[in-house]
């Protein structure tokens, strides 16, 4: 069986993110979870774990993009055995600062008493320059998505988020290959993060995606799957 893939999606996106990537890992088995709503990333990823389980599979490529790429620091401090090889993508291993703690805390104050129809604006940082002014039929898709988030899970979500603790400590111990993805316009989570992370996972190889901000894979699909899929290739090769 070639090596199963799990897509960990972004705050407050869900699966569906990853729909552009299917295609890019047909011949794996696939799995992508619904992580948003978990109040400690633990959580979520202790979740991940019972449907890897449910599943019978021991190994997985872990692929996982901003608050995706913190859960997976989460599943490598409780089963690193479970890793074939991991993708952090647009992420970054260090806490929120207290100022992001107390922007996290504001938002879902603010999604709490008036809803979700202002994430759209909040958020708007999650696209590239590229994107915003080259793409409306993307901006309008990412528009839809923050739309129909849910609330409730949402609000849990940002605990989750301003709570994580520091992976910093994890990275010099990850003992399996690493790909560290950034777009090269994202703001939130920049080159620079990615380049800390990389320099300090030892077996580890790092791209800057162009035209692309925080959400990579969605503004610059063709550039992310032809990396994912150099990266599954290397390792199954191994």
């Not at 992580?35 to 990333?41: D, F, K, Q, V």
């Not at 901006?139 to 988020?161: F, M």
């Not at 990389?198 to 799957?225: C, T, V, W, Y």
Request: one cysteine or more.
């Amino acid at each position: 069986m070639a090596i199963p893939v799990i897509f960990l999606h972004a705050f407050p996106y869900g699966p569906a993110m990853w729909e552009g990537q299917l295609e890019a890992v047909k011949e794996h088995p696939v799995l992508w979870p619904d992580i948003l709503g978990y109040e400690s990333l633990e959580s979520a990823a202790a979740s991940v774990l019972v449907q890897m389980d449910e599943r019978g599979w021991d190994k997985a490529v872990l692929v996982g993009l901003s608050m995706g790429g913190y859960v997976i620091f989460r599943l490598w401090n409780l089963e690193p055995e479970r890793f074939v090889g991991l993708v952090l993508a647009d992420t970054r291993a260090t806490p929120d600062t207290p100022e992001q703690k107390a922007s996290r805390a504001q938002m879902a104050l603010r999604i709490q008493q008036e809803g979700v129809g202002f994430l759209p604006e909040a958020l708007s940082g999650h696209l590239g320059e590229s994107t915003r002014t080259r793409n409306p039929a993307l901006v309008e898709q990412v528009r839809q998505i923050l739309l129909a988030a849910d609330p409730d899970k949402t609000i849990a979500s940002l605990k989750g988020l301003a709570d994580r603790p520091d992976s910093l400590p994890l990275l010099p111990n990850i003992s399996v290959p690493a790909l560290v993805l950034v777009g090269e316009e994202d703001t939130l989570t920049p080159p620079a993060d990615a380049r800390q992370m990389a320099a300090q996972i030892p077996d580890s190889r790092m791209l800057i995606l162009p035209e692309a901000g925080h959400l990579a894979n969605l503004e610059n699909p063709k550039a992310f799957n032809t990396a994912l899929r150099g990266f599954l290739c290397e390792l199954e090769g191994r």
